[in-house]
């Protein structure tokens, strides 16, 4: 089993910075990837950003060269730096931890993100 604890979501305004932390705990060891969806009201879930255990990243397109996601492996958290954030950034931001194939298996309890204008 895996435990996830996010933290560092809240208001901000359109061209700010927020920066979302996951903390991992439990059988970290069967990780092989790890990252964030997020869904706004009456939208269907997105797949934001993900870092695999090798440290590979990608992003969705909405997000490119705005979003980093990182990682401390000593503190076995990953990271989610948002920088220049939009109305439409605005959503409920869940960590997801994945041990095989399938595209998640564990869940973080979600933060709310709003960007306002």
């Known amino acids: 089993q895996v435990q996830l604890v996010e933290s560092g979501g809240g208001l901000v305004q359109v061209g700010g910075s927020l920066r979302l932390s996951c903390a991992a705990s439990?059988?970290?060891?069967?990780?092989?990837?790890m990252g964030w969806y997020r869904q706004a009201p009456g939208k269907q879930r997105e797949l934001v950003s993900t870092?695999?255990?090798?440290?590979?990243?990608n992003y969705a397109d909405s997000v490119k060269g705005r979003f980093t996601i990182s990682r401390n492996n000593a503190k076995d958290t990953v990271y989610l730096q948002m920088n220049s954030l939009k109305p439409e950034d605005t959503a409920v931001y869940s960590c997801?931890?994945?041990?095989?194939?399938?595209?998640?298996?564990?869940w973080g309890q979600g933060t709310q993100v709003t960007v306002s204008s």
């Open positions: 439990g059988n970290i060891f069967s990780i092989a990837r």
């Open positions: 870092i695999t255990s090798g440290g590979s990243t």
């Open positions: 997801y931890a994945a041990v095989g194939l399938a595209p998640y298996d564990y």
